[in-house]
């Protein structure tokens, strides 16, 4: 049993964003009914602008054949926290995410991956055996595709002499699978406490909350197999505000004392009420 959660939102947020979501998600749910591996997935919308995903043509459909959940942190909650409407939060998001998952197995990804079948093999297998106390987990291999996920290149995400080699730190927001408590206790959720992550940039929160896993005991296991990510342009720049050095986090990260409307299985909206 799994919880999958990502990040999107109704509209094309950057060039051909709802395009490699929607392979992200379509492929990725097929794959694990093929393998009956028992799940959940919540897409977490930030702030919609438009409409919401459970409504979009395109995803309708998605929505109805699987265990597909919408979860949407309402414009009324940005402004009550005083963040920047032009920012997507995509790190906030997935915080929210994980306090609104159903399983103790939590994998988070983002809305640009595919994790192939092979791959779903081997996470299905650590599920069926039990996820290890205190251990996260991330696939070995990164394999670029494009938009038909016909292979670009591949790379290893270890690269022994980066500083974040202790916590494979490179691309960690593509794919983090661990128990959910180990997210909360150790982890403490993506950090809501940097100022610059609340009005400037998201950047290196992915790596940040891996610092902080490990500085509290926690190591990582790779799985020797690939991923595969949709090519869109060059990842972003490194952060100044990174931090590898462990925090605090606010003790209602992802906005658990915000109201929840449960509008139907499908659909749970936070606000401000």
Known sequence: MITLITTGRDDDYGVGFLDRLYLSVKNNLEILTKLNI????IICEWNPIKDYLSNNPKFEKLFKEYNLKDLIIDNSVVKNESLNENIFYE???KNAGVRNSTYDNILIINS???IP????IEIKNIINSGLDDKIFYRLEFR??????LNHIKIESVYYPN????????????????TKKNNFIEFGMGYDETNPEH???SQTGMDGEILWNMYNNGMRIKLIPTKYMHINHGKPNPYDDCYNDKGYINKS???FIDYKHDEISNKLIIIKND
Do not use: H, M
């Not at 980066?162 to 699978?177: A, R, W």
């Open 143 to 148: 394999e670029q595709v494009n938009n038909d």
């Open 162 to 177: 980066n500083p974040d080699s202790v916590i494979c730190g490179y691309c960690s927001g593509d794919f983090l699978l």
């Open 252 to 254: 209602n990260w992802g």
């Open 198 to 200: 609340r009005t400037i």
């Open 91 to 93: 790190y906030f998001a």
């Open 38 to 41: 028992e799940y959940e997935y």
């Open 117 to 120: 079948e092979k791959s779903f």
């Open 112 to 114: 640009d991956i595919v």
